[in-house]
């Protein structure tokens, strides 16, 4: 038998649902109006969602606001991908970089991409489009963010011990081919993953995670300063329940 996912509807049924005072604070009055962070259909009926524990029975409009708040104003990270032939990795990379609670995610080249594997986590990022290259690096230019690609191409620098600018693009290539020229040229630096076996590369969706949690080891992750990073960003939903 297979365990269900999630749970089910808010114990104690209506009346024991989330309120706020006129002050936003928690309330224990039936007068009081419903946290507006909550989803009532949740509530009633269970939330089986891919989401963690913290954010369980909120609104998808909720859980963007929060961890928007929870991302740092001088440290956030930016995901993209190139996509010239329907990359089924671009799902993966997606649901990484929610769980790295990523400023946002660009596909680059064709719109269309497989969101199978991003399981619903695009619901709760800000993803965006660019026709090419060019544009993708002339957004982050407008931004100030520099591109750093991530491929084991000639002249690219091991991502070990690298020091990753707080905010910034990490650029991933094409599943089999990589980065293109173009991409390459456009980045400040192309990182690569050190391997050890036969294989002559990783796939883009485990490169992608590798490439996104060095970054958060250096400038999210709670004690980041500690080992020599620009500083501990804010904890995830797991280290307090709202």
Do not use: K
Not at 17 to 33: C, F
Not at 46 to 75: F, K, L, Q, S
Not at 127 to 155: K, R, Y
């Amino acid at each position: 038998m297979t365990p269900e996912v999630g749970v089910g509807p808010w114990p104690g049924g209506p009346d024991a649902w989330p309120r706020v005072d006129a002050a936003g604070r928690p309330s224990a009055d039936h007068g009081d109006p419903l946290d507006p962070r909550y989803d009532t259909e949740l509530l009633e009926h269970g939330d089986r969602r891919n989401v963690v524990d913290a954010y369980r029975y909120w609104t998808v409009e909720a859980i963007v606001a929060d961890m928007g708040r929870r991302r740092p104003a001088d440290r956030f990270l930016h995901v993209a991908i190139e996509n010239w032939a329907h990359d089924l990795n671009i799902g993966s990379v997606v649901r990484t970089a929610n769980a790295f609670n990523a400023a946002g995610v660009h596909v680059v080249g064709r719109r269309r991409w497989n969101r199978r594997g991003a399981m619903v986590t695009d619901r709760y990022l800000h993803v965006h489009h660019h026709p090419s290259v060019a544009e993708l690096a002339a957004w982050a230019t407008g931004e100030g963010l520099p591109l750093l690609g991530v491929d084991n191409v000639p002249g690219s620098v091991p991502i070990e011990g690298y020091a990753l600018p707080p905010a910034c693009v990490l650029l991933l290539g094409q599943e089999s081919t990589g980065l293109t020229p173009e991409a390459v040229a456009a980045c400040r630096v192309v990182l690569h993953i050190t391997q050890l076996g036969s294989t002559r590369s990783l796939n883009a969706g485990a490169a992608g995670a590798i490439a996104m949690h060095a970054w958060a080891e250096q400038h999210a992750v709670p004690g980041a300063a500690a080992a020599g990073g620009a500083g501990a960003g804010r904890e995830g939903p797991q280290a307090e329940r709202p």
